[in-house]
Every structure is written in structure tokens, then in C-alpha cells.
């Protein structure tokens, strides 16, 4: 199931809504007893609806999931209650686990292919890859590590590391969740009118992010890098991949902005995954404001164990990015890609970055813009004869260098080129700033400003995205693919 | 904050209000714009649930079937020409002459067809539309021009060596039927050939030299019929739907007047029929392009009925299953052969026949022992109705539904002539060869189970 779906929104998000709040008055019949069952039942609603919408696309690989989460749940037991070599062996066979699941489910069929490639005669196995898989073993590995470092307390209930791994909000395309942001809450939550406010907008901004403009940018982008490619044009492959650069940007952040206002509602507080990306004016830069808890995973569970700046930094920067590409998807493309920017990252460390003070700033931003531009490029295609033609076309080897189905994507939606570029921006910010600054000490005339916008964005978002999504059929969001 | 509660007081109504409506209404069974059946409920399944098909068929049945579904498509298309630019009349043009395409160095006039043999269809210049407005739509649909001229093209895939089957199947009639019944072959274009705008013109491909094709792979005593000629010249009337992907009737006019030429039979001309109009209509291309501007341009739909000639039509219907298979034939029964819709309903183009599942039989007040018999799809439907003061018989059979056997149906009921007339859309797939030689070999009473 994914949060732009219909029958999430009208059929699942009422049912969770309706027993989550019975759940709420057991919960209160129970406190007054005892205070540690205060969310027991309103933690179990929401593990049973979180396998739901899991099972809803995966069946069968939920138990995969459950079976992980097990697995994890007594890991993180031992590791707790050893210590010294026994407690490094148990967390190394945790690790060891973690990474044989996601390698066996996700890269067994890639590197069976690379070795037949070379000359072995392997059969190739055909492994549905498990939704959501790289997320899930990546917050597990988090609980492990944060458990074997004394960084936060270990969980003794499984139904509670069950919460943690599985809550839908978060469940299949991030953000990556660090066990110790939300292990507090797991058992001690509180969610004011404020917060469920706030949830709520974030939530409807999201899905507007996904329904009204990443969907219609994916149409623009498909009708030149999937059924136009034979015949691009040179204008038709900047066109194509600037929609693609916009489409995947609203994609995982409307998604991520729909997941941190739904944790919201439910009283956890999920770290932001991005900062306005294309407003950075490096590649290092983008990387601290792309995906995020993705990048602040790596940095924390690899760079620095590995060394960080301290010894052997090149290597240590090598690993992190062919990892990070290799975690997107098993296939050259993805590995070319993160090797991409770890080269412009390291490169910038020595050149850039150290006269970045000197170089005007629109340079800057444009320089940035068009390597991610690239890299989207070689992050779109992933057999190498259409990454060919694609950039042939694209530096100007094309039979024309535009036509009339690059001039029709332009004007035909010329309104949503424009409001995606500017919800590129820190608009919001901008805004609220501004009304901020404006009303001064006049209290209540901002109050009803703020509130006339939210409601006023909030209405016009749902009504929009439920007139788009009626009939609409393919409406994953990118990142559940990985 | 007062102004939080009251926030999620009036967010909440408003979700639990689409919730209501989308989980308690009676859901939308068939969707006229799109003129199709929606999903239905999925039927279950061990193997289904575990492959995760069958609830993701319970989700696109949710979304696909919402009450109230075809308004809220309309409003998802106001939504969508929104984040457009309204077309000016200045707008820049891209002339095809800019274009290395063979159509952009050929177009010169329109001119007759060969005169013997009927084989070589002339060129056709676009001098209506060629320097309009164009934008292309969803599903590669090239919208032309605007306002209430809006017109809907669908793009043609086509190459110029294809389409041979087509061929392959008239010129198989023809052997089988020797002597005494004549075959013809009809390639009916598409609008997108004589409306396509230039800078659209690398949207789509060139119906002329896949006609082209066809006409030269017919064997000598199969007989052409070549009415893209006839269509070029008369392009500037309405032989072509501009909401719909069909012809109009007048273009199935101008084409039944070439057949008749060719087939050597009376024909009349439009002051022996009665002229019906059917306004506001809008055609399927609506809800293939979802742009709004074609539901902005409703037309006439406007049929003819011979008025001086008798006839009586019979029915031999067919049911068929989800998969548009057969699963049983009717006893004929008598019918009319012009329906007649209400104006501004989207069924209009079903007025003949009242659409494909059927065997059409029309007995006619003519006296010339000619019996013809119409191979086609949607497009044929519009043409047995000109022609009724040509043959004695006419009989309809749709590619897509025939379960008798070809040899003795055209035995039984006396065939004269045989005219295949299906689109090039049609025409140009395997299927359609591969059902039209079926038919010759196929037992009676082919149904879905035994095929």
C-alpha cells in the first residue's frame, strides 16, 4: 500500500483512526493500574495495522520482516546483557545477519550476474526484491549499534521493536529512523493539538508534493526517457531530466514530509530528510540536505567507525559512496552513481570548498545544479545503451535539437514548471518569515493568517489530490523500490 | 490553539466527508467518459493473496470504481490544462519543412489515383490544420487548434513495409472464393493523417505508404479501394470526428461512393437521405487524452438515413465475456438499424448497428442479385448504411466476432461481394489477419471454451 492510494486514505487511515482511538480509551482505563501499559494498546493497533499495510504489498515477505525483527530483537538482548569480546561477537553476528538478508534478497541476483558475466556458469536467481528491505535492515542495524554503544536503552518487549521497525508511517521508503530518536517515545508519547495540527499540514503538503506535482513531472519525464528516447531530442533530454530531477525530488520528499507528519499525529518526532537540496551551492552541500538520515547513517555507522577525516580519509570516502550507491538498487548505474559524487565530494574538498568564499554564489548554485542534473542522468538509466543514447542527445548529439514535443511539455505545463521550481525553495520559510515580520505585535491578525493558509493549502491539496488520483494506476513513489 | 482545534475539527470533517461518500455510496459501474466497464471487486484467490495481486486489484478497483468517478476526472482534467499555458494565437510554429521527414518533402498537391488498377493512392497536402496549435496529450494524443475547433488526433504507428497481412487475408478470400464473388480491400486512414499540424508531424507516422503497402501486396483479381483520395479531397467537411477516434458518417459517405464506383453499383447521393443531428456530442477521445479542451468542444453528430429505399434489418447477437471473447450467439431477430441517441449522449457513434457484437443482416429493396458482405470494425459500422441502395444484401460481420464458418455463411446466404473496410489501425495488426483466415477454417459455433 502506499499514502497516495486511495483506499489508504479513505479506507485504511479511517480504520487505523477509529481503533487507534478505542485503543486510546483502554489505554486510559488501564494507566491509572499501571502506568507502564499507558500505550500498550494503542502500540498494538498500531503494529497489527502497520503489518497490514505492509502485507498489503508483501504478502509473503512479511514474514520476512517479522522474522528479522526477531532475529534483531534477541541480538539486541545479548548484546545487552554481555559484554567486552562477547558483546562485539554479538553484535558482529547481528550485522553479519542484517547484511546476509538484505544481500541475499536485494544483490544475490547482481552479483550471480556479474560472476556469470566473467566466464562462471551460475544460475541467476530470480529474487522478488522485499519492499521497503533496505530501510528496515538499515534501522535495524541502527538499533544494534546504538544498543551495542550504551546510546540507547535495549528493548525488552518485542512488540515494542516491532513498533519501532515496522510503523507504517515510515515503513517502506524512510526516512531511516535511528532507534534511539523515537525509543523514548515508543512508550511515552504525548500528542497536543499543536502537534496533530502541524502532523496533519505536513501531511497534506506531502501528498500534494507526490499527487499534483511529482506525478504529473513523471508523465513529462517518462514521455521522453522511456517512450521517446528512440527519437530524443537534444532540448527533449534536458526537458526529460530536469522533470525527472524535479519528479524524484517531490517523490521521496512529499513521501518523507507525508511520514514525519503522520509520526507527528502519533506523537513521534522523525527527523527531517531534507533541506531545500537544490538550493545548494556544492555537492557536499546537496548530500547534507539530500536524504539526509540515509547520509547521517552512513557518516555515523561507516566514515567514522572506518576512520573518518582521521586516518586514510580517501578510502574511508570511497566506501561510504559506492555504498551508497550500491544501497539504491543492485545494478552498475547506482554504484556509478554514488562513485560519481564521491569523486566531486572529494574533489571539492581540495578545491571548491576552499575558495567557495571568492566564487559568486549563482555560480555556484549552477555548477551544483547541473553535476546532480548528471547524476540523475546515470541514476534514470540502468542498461548502459539507454544511458548512451540518453546522453548522447543530452550534450547535443541528437538528429534535432528540439522539436515540438519538447516546445508542447514546455508550454502545455508551463504552471507546473513553475510551481515546482519555486516549491524548490524554502517558500514556506519565506513566507512565514515575512507574515512573521509583518504583523509584528499584532498577535491574533497572524494567528488567523497562519491559520487561514493552512487550512485554506490543506483543503485545496486534498480536494486536488483525490480528483488526481481517481482512475490513476501507477502511483508508487520511487524510493519503495529500494 | 483554538485555531489548531479548529483546524482539525474542519480537516477531519473533510476527510471523514470523502470517506463516507467513497466507502458507503453505490459505486461507479461504467464510466462514460472513458466508455469502458470499471474494475469490478476482485474475485479471491490462495495463489492471488500470495502474490499480492489480489489486493492490489482491491486497490485499483477502490480508486478505478469511486462514486461520483467520472466528475472527479473532469475535475482532475480542469486541474491538469490549469498548470498549462492557454495557447495564443502568436505562439511560434515549427513548420515540418524544418523537419527531415519524407512527408515535408512530398506534400505538393492532391492528386488522383492511379486510374487502372486503383493501387497507388495519391498525396494528400494538409493546407486545414497544417500551421495550427499543438500539444501533445496523454497516451501520445496530438490535441489540434482550440476552442470549440479543438480536435483530438491519435498518433499512427505504423511503417511503411507493414500491414501485409491485411493483404495477405484478401487475397486468401479471393483464392478461396474464386470466380464468383468479388473481393475488395478498403484501408480506412485516421483523422491524424489530413489534420495532423506540421510541427506535429514527427508525433506520428504516414498512413499513406502503409496503404500504400497493402494495395501492392493484393493480389490482381483482389480489387482496391482507395478512398484516402476521396477523403483528402473532401477534408475540409466533416468526414472526421474531432472528439472521437472514428470517421464521421460523411466520410464513410464519400467512401462508400468510391466503393460503389469500383463494385460497379447504383449509388445515391445525400438528397435521398434524411440528415439527423445529434448535438453536443463528445466522443472517446476525451477520456484517452484526459484534456479538458476536448469535453470544451462537443459537436454534431450528424447521420444519414436513406429515405427511399426499403429494408429490414436481422440481428444474430453475440454475448461475450470480460475478455471480449465470445460465449454465445442469439437467434436473429429483427431490429433497427439506426438507433437513435439522445443529444449529448457520448454513445452516439453506436447509432449503426448499435455496435460490434453481432452479425448484421440487411435486406434491401433493391433488385440487382448483388449481395455484399462487410468485413470490418467500428469504423465499418458507419458505412452499410450508404449502401443499401447498392446491394440487395448487406451483411456486417466484426473481425472481432464471428463464430460460423466463413465458406458457408457466404454459401448459404448467396455472397456476391466480399469488402474488407477496417481501419489501419485495425488492419495493420496480426490479429485481424489471424481472425479473418480463422474464419475460413473454423467450425461453427466457435466459442470462447472451444477455441
Redesign the interface.
Known sequence: MVFSDLFFLFVFIPAFALCYLLAAVIDRKFSSQDEARCFRAKNMVLVMFSLVFYAWGEPVYVFLMLASVFINYLVGLMINKSEGRNRRWALAAGLVINIAILGTFKYLGFFCGILADVGLTLAVPKIALPIGISFYTFQSISYLVDVYRKESPVQHRFVDLLLYISMFPQLIAGPIVRYGTVADEINDRHVSASDFAEGSYRFFIGLGKKVILANQLSEISDQFLVNGLGTLSTSGAWIGIIAFTLQIYFDFSGYSDMAIGMGRCLGFHFNENFRHPYCCDSITDFWRRWHISLGSFFRDYVYIPMGGNRRHQAVNIFVVWFLTGMWHGASWNFIIWGVYFGLIVMLEKYTILRIKDKIPSPVLHLYSLALVVIGWGIFYFDDFHSMQTFFNAFWGNAKVATDFVSESALLDNFWLWVAALLFCLPLRHVLSEFVERSCNERRVLKQSLFFAAHLSVSLVMLICSVALLVGATNNAFIYTRF | ?K??????M??TT???A??IV??TFPRSRI?ELEKRELATFPKYSVDK????SF??E???W???S?PF?DD??T??MN??D????A?SDD??T?HASS??MESSKQSVKSKSIDQDENRVVGEYENDITADEN???A?A?IIIVGKGDKTRALMAYGGGPHGCVGYAKAANEYKATFGKKVNVYCMVIPTAVEFYCPD??K??THQERPTINNVYAHLSDSVKAVDIYTALGKHAKEDIFLRTDHHWAPLGAYYAAMTFAKVAKVPFRGLADYNRKVITGYVGSMYGYSGDIAVKKAPENFVFYVPSKVKYSTTYINYTINRDYHVTGEGKPVRGVFFAHFRNGSPGAYCTFMGGDTKITQVRTSTKNHRRLLILKDSFGNALPGFLFYSFEEVHVVDSRYFTKNMKDYVRENKITDILFANNIFKAYSRHTYGAYTRFLKQKGDTFAHNI
Open positions: 490553539m485555531s489548531d482545534k479548529a483546524y482539525i474542519i480537516l473533510a476527510v471523514m470523502f470517506a467513497f466507502d464510466s493473496l500470495k502474490s499480492g489486493t492490489s482491491i486497490s485499483s477502490f480508486s478505478d469511486e468517478r472527479f476526472m475535475l482532475s486541474i491538469k490549469y498548470l498549462g499555458l495557447a505562439q511560434v515549427f523537419v527531415p499543438a500539444k501533445i496523454n501520445g510541427k506535429a514527427r508525433c
